[in-house]
């Protein structure tokens, strides 16, 4: 389907050489090469139904050793319902690396955009340098009352954002 110009125009954008590898993307990722990496861009949580195995200690884990010295891992983590900021802090605060966040608001200007919330990991302060001078990136605070999510373990019910649920009344 993301080849079907009728819906998307994404990779024809980016040139030749594009490769779409079909699967669960952790599976697939631990096929490739260690260090093969620069940038891994992790986008898979916006829905209610989230892969929480792409978010546990573990995936973290194989990212990094997916990627490059120098490498960094994005992580969008736009969702109404579940405050992911909070898990990947822990996360990044348990492997002892560095991340910053953002949390993106195109304002009222553009009315076809909508907030987005990006997480940036890397293995060392000068892995994010480049967002140093831009105050829209801030620092990650750990949260000691979420639970860290490992492959054995995760709590969706402890980083729901209640006020947002679709029912008004309990």
């Not at 979420?146 to 649920?165: E, I, M, P, Y």
Request: glycine share 6%; net charge negative.
């Amino acid at each position: 389907m993301a080849r079907n110009r009728r819906y998307f125009h994404y990779l024809e954008d980016c040139g030749d050489g594009v490769e779409v590898v079909l699967g669960d993307g952790r599976l697939m990722l631990a096929k490739v090469p260690d260090r093969h990496f620069d940038l891994l861009i992790i986008d898979a949580f916006s829905s209610d139904a989230i892969p929480v195995h792409m978010l546990t200690r573990e995936a973290l884990a194989l990212y990094f050793e997916k990627l490059a010295d120098g490498g960094i891992v994005m992580f969008h983590v736009s969702n109404r319902y579940l405050d992911l900021v909070s898990v990947l802090s822990n996360l990044i605060a348990d492997a002892k690396l560095v991340g910053r966040h953002q949390d993106y608001s195109p304002g009222n200007t553009i009315w076809y955009l909508s907030r987005s919330k990006w997480i940036a990991i890397g293995r060392t302060p000068q892995d994010l340098a480049m967002l140093d001078g831009d105050p829209r990136w801030e620092a990650l605070r750990p949260r000691p009352d979420v639970a860290l999510w490992t492959d054995d373990f995760s709590n969706v019910f402890g980083v729901l954002r209640w006020r947002h649920l679709p029912w008004k009344t309990w």
